[in-house]
């Protein structure tokens, strides 16, 4: 393709976009001025008062995004999801795409960001991937106040009797910060506190950022915050920040955080990005009050989940949607040949040499995929998206297995064309929700065990054959029965690159065990997270961070950002 | 006084206040729309476009208010800095207020805030205590993505042969914790860093808190970032952000938080609240491009220092008027009726009770920081804050000392009554402009010696008899005259309770010596620290934190806040 030679950038194509101001943005969706909260000229939070004025309209039909097991660069599934809104409103459709927001860290540290690329990103982008509204400040600095309060009990004499061996509550920065995984805190003698090992998470793997997304309204975030564990008392007893007697202070440091923000896409599409949890510690999924807002505020709406469908979907599908009451309607499965042919076996450096024998071979990931989706009883449409290295005969192939099993297929082109790359697309979903058989409904009922949750997940979604349970888990599922909390949703720590729990296992891996090495409740957040395999919850910087690149022009522009 | 009795709290009268929206406040200043960044519908940013537009326009007069030594419970200068501002508009002035932005880990901490009091505050009150426009957490992500390129340097390498035992570059969190006063980070092996002592500051005691306050625009907050010194190497030279290679990424971060952000007063004046590094480790003043920008839109600029003139002010006369080229036209001394009575020996349980001959014996506090300002060549006018468990009597004293002396002295009422109740304050204050004869100049020359730059603060400011530097504190002078830091100014770190360096020492003590235990060089500042006595840079919570008693309530109002 001799053309691509010549494309642009990410960053300029968002630099070249004469943006809207958000009030025009806001206007065309009828929210009323008093409820748009400008940030600048181009992002805005929405007054949760919009709900109620909404509350009896009809709710927007939703469109999950999810992909295969990616490969380490990013199989373009925020992409899709932008292109896939914009393509919805040039056929017409009164299209809003709901998405997480990003980190600052792995901004800093390696290149790429979160906001889709080419003619399908959500801008400003350069404000997106930066501070943006705040939001994770807020989160950041509601967590650390939590971290600070408990400490602060235990150096003015510890009436709750809290273990300090015990203390389950980290602190988090926005940062990619290794040094700050393992620490010592509480150093200095008898007035500087009292010492004990402790660590920092990153912001996104809190628990506070898990229920910003998934509380309803302000009381609901309330409710939660109240419920967290953050230790075990000298009886191991759980200690809440309800027992701390600090929900209401850090409810007051989330409330404007919690009003979902509003931005556009390099065609104008509305988009709201709000929440942005990990989906393996987490849930991987959008704030449920902006998923839920844009249901208000468009006829469809399109969101995304984090990693491939055995994880984010998963979660989006038995936690998120279930407890939010939001009924998918269709699921988007992003495939793209690249990672197809990762999972045939070909190795990173050649994946850009036409290898339709491997193509076939990895399609056993996608296959499963779907498997996954149908299971959940939901329509669905594979969206092939399209990268310049890609060969005619490679996607011939993936278009013909598609065929053969009579599977929605359409090749997108969003990064290059925007919406109009995606009107395929567009039309098959809309197709599959009009024709679909939609049976949605969760894969466990809560009430089931907690073994019973975790291998109806194991099984249906990932194809293991069984779980096993260390004996640190099972001694945990006892107590936790004990405690109450073993009818509660099950959020798996997974990694993303594999359906099992080895990362090498490429492809659709069989006759494999999942082993959960442990649990960490999140009371708060209403799931129990199993964790199988190390579970990265603070990442490092390269030797080369990015952010050696990053500067500011004369005139106050980001440079370098991508 | 019975109406006292009756009389609303300080967020009663910020919740009964309509506010203007925030164009119409930029509009009355002839803001262009373009210039104009709203951040909700009271707040906003200002592109620092504007500068250039009104370059050729004369700069407004600058009248600082600052206090005598205050007592722990604070004497109000915010009230009257705000209360001065609304008192200049009501006799036709066009005045506009220059503040700092509070910290939030005193807020959530000890009940009481930076804004003001009564109907003298800034609002929306709630937004600027808590997470304003982001300002704070941009400075703290900027802080510790620096201390993440740091140990990231030495974790792959470390190229640069930097000292991990002389690492002088600290973490921060907006927040009161203790317990990571004195931490030890990179523990857990290899791959998660390399362990050694570290520690957390409060954001406030930043560098880049003190940078961002005086640089003059986006250029030269870059070149001031480029040379904070980090660490030291194993050859003992140090070690700077423009070695690591990271101040584009840093100046990056900050970009946006360098615009000033735009409020009102109860009385909808205009204030920009910019910046606020500490008074003691810093230089205790809103940011320089605040100052200015206000006095490009308005013909007075109210602006305020912290702590008494012995820190606060000798800062912004030595440090910040200095070097951003700033002329004050007048000095504001705020005193109260209870702080002069402390300093004449009453206790604190004892300071509602009327007592002449205490206030008397107090009034020394007051005459050296007049002193102190007549040695900086300033037109000054004593304003007396008025209490509600003031007496005539004590006034009266009060008013006749400064009159027996040729002070120009007012009562300000502007906590009761608004700017009614500073409008003697502002004709004073005028006259003085008018009649006062000016020849304004830093105390010190800064090509003296560092010993000599800082004798004279003590001798000039202070009244101490005699500077002694330690054993240490002389190592540095040598080692700071061979780095070529020997041309800085002094940013003195003292106690803000006595003219001495012993918090104990009230009124006015003599015949004492400073003790100068140590240097903190910040280069990118531009000033050598110089700590006297032990100097908090992290505090701690009270056993009952604020935080206790804050809320939301069902609309999502903040409650207990103040």
């Known amino acids: 393709m001799a053309t691509m030679t010549k494309m642009k950038t990410d960053i300029e194509i968002a ?8 009030q025009e943005i806001a206007k065309e969706l009828d929210i009323l001025e008093e409820e748009l909260e ?12 919009l709900m109620k004025r909404l509350e009896a309209k009809p709710d927007g039909k939703v469109i999950l995004v999810t992909s295969i097991n990616p490969t380490p660069a990013g199989e373009g599934k925020s992409t899709v999801t932008v292109g896939l809104g914009q393509a919805l409103r040039k056929i017409g459709k009164k299209a809003i795409i709901a998405m997480r927001e990003p ?4 901004t800093m540290g390696i290149k790429g960001g979160a906001t889709g690329g080419g003619y399908s990103q959500v801008l400003p982008m350069e404000d997106i991937n930066l501070h943006f509204t705040g939001d994770l400040h807020a989160i950041t600095t509601a967590n650390n106040a939590l971290a600070a309060f408990i400490d602060n009990h ?12 015990r203390i389950v509550w980290k602190r988090v920065v926005d940062l990619n910060d290794r040094a700050l995984r393992h620490v010592v805190v509480g150093l200095g003698g008898p007035v500087q506190g009292v010492p004990r090992e402790d660590g920092f998470d990153i912001t996104v793997a809190s628990e506070i950022m898990a229920i910003f997304c998934l509380a309803t309204d302000l009381q609901d975030l309330k409710r939660r915050l109240a419920k967290i564990v953050v230790a075990y008392n000298v009886d191991k007893q759980p200690v809440t920040v309800a027992d701390l007697g600090v929900e209401g202070a850090l409810t007051l440091l989330l409330k404007d955080a919690l009003k979902p923000n509003l931005v556009q896409t390099v065609e104008h ?29 468009g006829d469809y709406v399109v969101t995304e989940a984090g990693f491939g469908a055995d994880l984010g979907a998963e979660k989006f599908l038995n936690i998120k949607a279930r407890f939010a009451g939001i009924k998918p309607e269709a699921v988007v499965i992003v495939a793209t040949i690249r990672a197809l042919k990762m999972h045939g076996g070909v190795p990173k450096q050649e994946l850009h040499i036409e290898n339709v024998e491997a193509l076939r071979a990895g399609l056993d990931n996608l296959r499963k995929h779907i498997e996954t989706i149908q299971a959940f009883g939901l329509p669905f449409v594979v969206a092939i998206n399209r990268f310049i290295t890609d060969t005619e005969n490679e996607i011939n192939a993936l278009k013909a297995f598609c065929e053969e099993h009579g599977y929605p297929v359409a090749l997108t082109e969003v990064w290059e064309k925007g919406g109009e790359g995606g009107i ?3 039309e098959k979903v809309l197709e599959a929700i009009e024709n679909g058989n939609n049976t949605y409904a969760p894969l466990y009922d809560v009430n089931e065990s907690i073994p019973d949750k975790i291998r109806k997940i194991a099984q249906i979604v990932y194809g293991a054959k069984d779980v096993e349970f260390s004996e640190k888990a099972k001694k945990q599922i006892e107590q936790f029965t004990v405690f109450g909390w073993d009818k509660l949703s099950i959020c798996m720590a997974k990694t993303q690159y594999s359906l099992s729990d080895d990362p090498t296992k490429l492809g ?26 190390d579970v990265m919850t603070m990442p490092g910087l390269p030797k080369k961070p990015a952010a050696l690149h990053m500067d500011v022009d004369e005139n106050g522009n980001a440079i370098g950002l991508f």
């Open 154 to 165: 235990i150096h003015h004499g510890n009436e709750l009797r809290i273990d300090t061996r």
């Open 508 to 533: 659709r891996p069989t006759d494999f065990t999942i082993t959960v090495r442990e649990f960490k409740p999140s009371i708060g957040a209403g799931f129990l997270v199993a964790l199988t395999g």
């Open 38 to 49: 400008p940030y600048g000229h181009y992002k805005a939070k929405i007054s949760l008062d």
């Open 103 to 106: 980190s600052l860290g792995p």
């Open 269 to 297: 599409a509305p988009a709201l990005i709000h929440g942005g949890p990990f989906a393996n510690i987490a849930h991987g999924c959008n704030s449920v009050i902006a998923t839920k807002m844009a249901q208000k505020l």
């Open 424 to 426: 395929e697309l567009a």
């Open 15 to 22: 630099q070249e976009t004469k943006l809207k101001r958000i």
